[in-house]
């Protein structure tokens, strides 16, 4: 008897270690719904169906018992690895950026700061929980992508890469919306502001890169350039943009392309790239992630950091 007491016991302890008071109850209230399970299985049969008419369509294009392209497999893992970007930028915002201003309109963050819990378990807890059931959505698909792997065209390692890029780009949206959500009192105002970003991050790098290669292309053109000089900079902007870096990835020449390395006939020695584009992407954006988070545990309690200070 002291024995099983004792197990259970030891089972408590590792799981109250693992899995924190806040981090238990959202989980509770996340994933015990029947909505939940719903979501998932619509969400994967409609991402199958669309799977599955894209080969069916390919192949009766192609004609009857003619064998599935691989160059047609890897176009269709482009557009699933695209739609699902897509649907973390939509979701990942909208999750997180009212985590802590929506307990501050409900007059319970009071309540949650009063606990034993400290801001950075609060806080990361918070993002942690808001992610989860997305990031169930997003690996539970990992089985319509290995519909590719019967065609060919598709690495393994490109497949692992890209839904570790999902995850990284779940936390960096969801470390942006719990900053929103702890800097601003309001929900509506921290939701329209961690989209902005999001907007910023997809469109602004995007329309910004085009911009500045039209520059340097005029300016060659000009001769105010020399046609020889590589423009690497350039590339860097491009870097900052999620689908740039995820197509990285997916055609890793476009790297090259992205930093101008020998696009003009005047540079007659190979050079590669400084970086891949999601590697670039990883590094700034893990930065900014890691520094949002921190400025979210640190104004969690901004009234008790002011009495601190007089003292």
């Known amino acids: 008897m002291n024995e099983h007491a004792a197990a259970g016991r030891d089972k408590f302890n590792w799981r109250s270690k693992l899995i924190n008071p806040v981090l238990d109850k959202e989980f509770r209230l996340r994933m015990r719904t029947p909505r939940a399970m719903w ?4 969400y994967l049969f409609a991402l199958g169906l669309m799977s599955l008419s894209a080969i069916y369509l390919t192949q009766g294009m192609s004609g009857r018992g003619a064998a599935f392209n691989p160059e047609q497999s890897k176009i269709l ?3 699933l690895s695209m739609a699902q970007l897509g649907l973390i930028a ?4 909208g999750l997180t950026a009212g985590v802590i201003s929506g307990e501050r309109e409900k007059q319970t963050l009071n309540l949650l700061l009063t606990t034993q819990q400290s801001s950075a ?7 942690v929980s808001s992610l989860s059931f997305m990031i169930l959505i997003v690996f539970a ?3 319509v992508y290995s519909m590719m792997f019967l065609y060919g065209g598709v690495s393994p390692k490109q497949l692992v890469l890209v839904f570790v890029f999902y995850l990284f780009m779940m936390i960096v949206l969801g470390s942006f919306g719990v900053l929103f959500s702890t800097l601003l009192k ?3 105002i ?3 502001s961690t989209y902005g970003v999001t907007l910023f991050m997809f469109a602004g790098t995007a329309i910004l890169f085009f911009v500045m290669q039209s520059v340097m292309d005029q300016a060659r053109a000009a001769g105010t350039i020399s046609a020889t000089t590589s423009y690497s900079w350039v590339g860097h902007i491009i870097a900052l943009n999620p689908v740039g870096a995820l197509y990285s990835i997916l055609d890793p020449s476009i790297s090259d392309q992205a930093f101008m390395v020998n696009r003009w006939s005047g540079n007659t020695q190979p050079k590669g790239a400084p970086m ?10 893990g930065v900014l992630a890691i520094f949002a988070n921190w400025m979210a545990i640190r104004n969690l309690r901004p009234r008790l950091r002011g009495r601190t200070g007089r003292k």
Request: charged share 10%.
């Open 39 to 42: 979501t998932l299985f619509f």
């Open 141 to 143: 698909t990992v089985p």
């Open 121 to 127: 378990t609060i806080v990361l807890s918070k993002l």
């Open 190 to 192: 921290s939701v329209i």
């Open 186 to 188: 309001r929900t509506m």
């Open 276 to 285: 891949a584009l999601w590697q670039e992407f990883m590094i700034v954006f």
């Open 90 to 93: 939509f979701m990942a915002p």
């Open 77 to 79: 893992f482009y557009f």
